[in-house]
């Protein structure tokens, strides 16, 4: 399977201050598909970038309570319909002897639907990636425009990015 990737212009930032406020200029200029890549977190980089809240919570938590429900169901079958076995006087069904299976069911399939999500929304696994700098996984910073973002014009970007204090500007796919 062929990874579909985009052509457009790159700008590469060695400081973080540097990055975050290019990134703000970006979008104040109208750009709405554009990346920033960072190794590593930046604060501020979601606001700057006009990134929306995931929806990765709202599957963990209705995965969640998949989970509650299925323990509560697979307790209450094995227990009292299916294996009804009198121990001791006590009752068939006693919720407080099942909480760990429903608290664990609820937590495996919150945190594997958490996880298959996450790979689902970032396009994981993508086989060959283009690079476009290999420091940008430790030291450096970029700015990623494709080609079918609103008002692309490669001069103008180039400008831009340079103006913003950009190292190198590339023309390259994402």
């Not at 920033?36 to 977190?41: R, V």
Request: aromatic share 12%.
């Amino acid at each position: 399977m062929a990874a579909k990737y985009t052509k457009g212009i790159a700008g590469i930032w060695l400081e973080e201050a540097q990055i975050l406020k290019a990134t703000r200029k970006v979008r104040e200029s109208g750009f709405t598909k554009f990346e920033a890549i960072s190794a590593y977190p930046i604060h501020g980089m979601e606001e700057a970038a006009g990134i929306k809240r995931s929806w990765i919570p709202y599957v963990a938590f209705t995965m969640g309570l998949a989970g509650l429900a299925g323990g509560l169901a697979l307790t209450y079958w094995t227990s009292a319909v299916n294996w009804a076995v009198n121990v001791g006087g006590k009752p068939f069904f006693s919720l407080p002897a099942f909480v760990p299976i429903m608290f664990e069911l609820t937590i495996l399939l919150s945190a594997l639907s958490s996880v298959g999500a996450l790979f689902y929304a970032c396009g994981i696994p993508r086989m060959d990636p283009p690079v476009i700098d290999p420091d940008l996984s430790c030291h450096k910073f970029a700015i990623f425009i494709p080609h079918n973002d609103n008002g692309y014009d490669e001069a103008k970007i180039e400008s831009m990015f340079k103006e913003l204090g950009a190292t190198e500007v590339k023309k390259t796919e994402y």
